[in-house]
């Protein structure tokens, strides 16, 4: 099927026998106390659906009351994880969120994460984890022009990033896959992870293997959502960065320097000001027109919408530009100052791997 090809009724009808079982079967069994600190004083953050694409099922954040450390619970299974993430490249039902966010990769977040390294001595070789098509290392090539650049990524999406020249060498696989740490070990001078680590099971086991990846001295590049941001609790399920359903994690950023610093790592740097993404206010705006709005064709649905469903989906998305337009560049306008308080929704962390 064609990236732009409209849901086919066989896989509607595929759709439709899994979600005929429910969706409870994709869930791990609740778990009560905290996957970061072992405690039991937990609260609900959030409860949500899946704003951006509007697949069945409900979501719940809960946060740890001694080391706010917020998660999936009770979280995706692996069987869940794959139904969620399934068909995401389809265009056909991109949604007006999955637009307007799918642009917060800009060139310029990637030229700032590189430049982070200058400071530092030049690496010779650097692995991207999760690069998808290989965007950042494309970048970072202009900052660190004789560093050799390698891309992990689970999809064959980093197959074609070496194709188009963007790495030069390319494996598919999960970073904590045992052949993927064998065959990588101690290769790397740096191993980045942006917006990786709140995607996976188990952060610290993520973590783990990134230094295992890395040459003693390494460093180890790190940016991920802060749970800390005003933002999150202004907004609520609103917030970008809550992302569910495929968000297991949210680390406030000393959980993480702990982990590192347990793991024989030095902290060399933090920032929560190049690493905000100035997207809140117009992606929750985005966001709850999605959910507002008649639904777009998508192989979940159990039928098709019908063409006057169709005909007022295009009026009011047409009319809504605008709206986002000038909530977005008031994002941008803010952002000089939102970065440098406690609205910043990101940090980054560099950390030396010593031993």
Not at 151 to 175: K, M, S, Y
């Given at each position: 099927m064609s990236p732009t090809a409209q849901?086919?009724?066989?896989?509607?009808?595929?759709?439709?026998?899994?979600?005929?079982?429910?969706?409870d079967r994709f869930h791990e069994p609740r778990r009560s106390d905290c996957p970061w600190c072992g405690s039991e004083r937990l609260?609900?953050?959030?409860?949500?659906?899946?704003?951006?694409?509007?697949?069945?099922?409900?979501?719940?954040?809960?946060e740890c009351?001694?080391?706010?450390?917020?998660f999936q619970n009770p979280r995706l299974t692996a069987e869940g994880l794959a139904f969620y993430h399934r068909d995401l490249g389809e265009n056909a039902h991109e949604s007006l969120a999955e637009r307007l966010l799918g642009a917060r990769a800009a060139t310029g977040r990637h030229l700032a994460a590189a430049r982070a390294m200058l400071p530092f001595p030049e690496p010779e070789s650097w692995l991207d984890v999760g690069t998808g098509h290989g965007h950042f290392p494309e970048a970072a090539k202009e900052?660190?022009?004789?560093?050799?650049?390698?891309?992990?990524?689970?999809?064959?999406?980093?197959?074609?990033?070496?194709?188009?020249?963007?790495?030069?060498?390319?494996?598919?696989?999960?970073?904590?896959?045992?052949?993927?740490?064998?065959?990588l070990r101690a290769r790397y001078d740096v191993?980045?992870?942006?917006?990786?680590?709140?995607?996976?099971?188990?952060?610290?086991?993520?973590?783990?293997?990134?230094?295992?990846?890395?040459?003693?001295?390494?460093?180890?590049?790190?940016?991920?959502?802060?749970?800390?941001?005003?933002?999150g609790a202004l907004l609520g399920k609103w917030w970008v960065a809550h992302g569910q359903p495929s968000h297991l994690h949210l680390m406030p950023l000393p959980n993480l320097l702990g982990e590192l610093e347990s793991l024989g790592c030095l902290i060399v740097a933090t920032d929560r000001r190049e690493p905000h993404i100035p997207h809140d206010l117009s992606g929750a705006l985005a966001l709850a027109l999605g959910r507002a709005l008649p639904g777009l064709d998508a192989p979940w649905r159990p039928a098709p919408p019908t063409p006057v469903q169709r005909t007022v989906r295009q009026a009011l998305t047409r009319a809504s530009v605008p709206l986002l337009a000038s909530t977005a560049a008031l994002d941008?306008?803010?952002?000089p100052l939102l970065s440098?308080?406690?609205?910043?929704?990101?940090?980054?962390?560099?950390?030396?791997?010593?031993?």
């Open positions: 849901p086919t009724a066989e896989r509607r009808a595929a759709y439709a026998a899994e979600l005929a079982q429910g969706t609260r609900t953050r959030l409860r949500t659906s899946d704003l951006r694409r509007r697949r069945p099922g409900t979501f719940v954040v809960d009351g001694d080391c706010a450390h917020a900052v660190h022009p004789y560093t050799s650049f390698d891309g992990l990524d689970p999809t064959r999406r980093v197959e074609r990033a070496r194709a188009a020249g963007r790495v030069e060498e390319a494996h598919v696989g999960r970073l904590t896959d045992p052949p993927v740490i064998e065959r191993v980045s992870m942006f917006h990786h680590l709140e995607h996976t099971p188990d952060p610290r086991e993520e973590l783990r293997a990134a230094l295992a990846l890395l040459r003693p001295g390494g460093h180890l590049l790190v940016e991920v959502p802060d749970p800390d941001c005003v933002f941008r306008l803010m952002a440098r308080t406690r609205f910043s929704n990101a940090y980054r962390v560099i950390a030396r791997r010593d031993a």
